[in-house]
């Protein structure tokens, strides 16, 4: 039978810009960036723990900077895809801030290439991912979830992967960061309308499968997958209100 194989692209080649229209208040920014990956396994741990740092937690860069102290966005992470070997950052923001998080972004990972952040920082990052890992032994259930991330590679326990984060170094953190180059922009700006319809006929006909044939490269597929999440999000909400109106309206014609 065919098996597929990811094929890892450890740099970026050419950026790759695009932009799209939802009628919504808020407007989405998404960042690719190819980690400098040959594998899945490729310096995992350390990468993991950049990621982190950089946009991983309440603590991250990405979060008290971005978000706390400038204010210029409602949320920014970055997350680590470590089967396709990308870092994507996503933030929801208004339109007219897009350049100004796009510099602050680039700034902070700065930081991290010069491996400017704090040791509270980095130790805050090995804590809480070790506290994670530390759970799944909590239950049979969490560690049948453990451990069926484990069918593709060597299978790592979860105290072994402890013992391999707090391996890493500073230097590791600084060395990963300074493998990633950005691939893909992608923004899904809001024209300050709510449409019901729009946000229904999306959620409604566009499944993961749609949302993966968008994309003509795989930052973008990621991309619009991550938004469709964050655009359910807001049409269960507000279709909750209207099912409200709509219900309340039934009750005074009974």
Do not use: W
Request: aromatic letters at 10%; hydrophobic letters at 40%; glycine letters at 6%.
């Amino acid at each position: 039978p065919y098996e597929p194989e990811t094929v890892f692209v450890e740099e970026a080649e050419d950026l790759t810009e695009l932009t799209e229209e939802l009628t919504m208040n808020q407007s989405k920014l998404v960042l690719g960036f190819r980690g400098g990956m040959t594998d899945e396994n490729d310096d995992f741990y350390s990468r993991r723990i950049m990621t982190d740092v950089f946009g991983g937690g309440p603590y991250s860069r990405l979060f008290m900077n971005v978000r706390e102290k400038l204010s210029l966005c409602y949320y920014c992470s970055a997350r680590l895809i470590r089967g396709k070997g990308i870092i994507v950052i996503q933030s929801g923001i208004e339109k007219e801030n897009r350049q100004k998080v796009l510099d602050e972004i680039n700034r902070q990972l700065d930081i991290m290439k010069n491996g400017e952040f704090s040791d509270e920082d980095f130790e805050a990052s090995k804590k809480a991912i070790c506290d994670a890992y530390r759970s799944f032994n909590d239950t049979p259930d969490a560690l049948d979830i453990y451990y069926g991330t484990q069918l593709t590679g060597d299978i790592v326990t979860p105290d072994e992967a402890i013992e391999n984060f707090l391996a890493v170094t500073r230097d590791d953190v600084k060395k990963t960061a300074c493998a990633l180059s950005l691939d893909t922009v992608y923004m899904l700006a809001g024209t300050d309308k709510e449409d019901v319809a729009a946000s229904l006929a999306l959620c409604l006909f566009c499944t993961q499968a749609d949302i993966f044939r968008l994309g003509t490269r795989s930052f973008c597929a990621a991309a619009l997958q991550l938004l469709l999440y964050r655009v359910v999000r807001v049409f269960v909400r507000t279709v909750g209100r209207y099912n409200h109106r709509i219900a309340v309206f039934k009750l005074s014609l009974a």
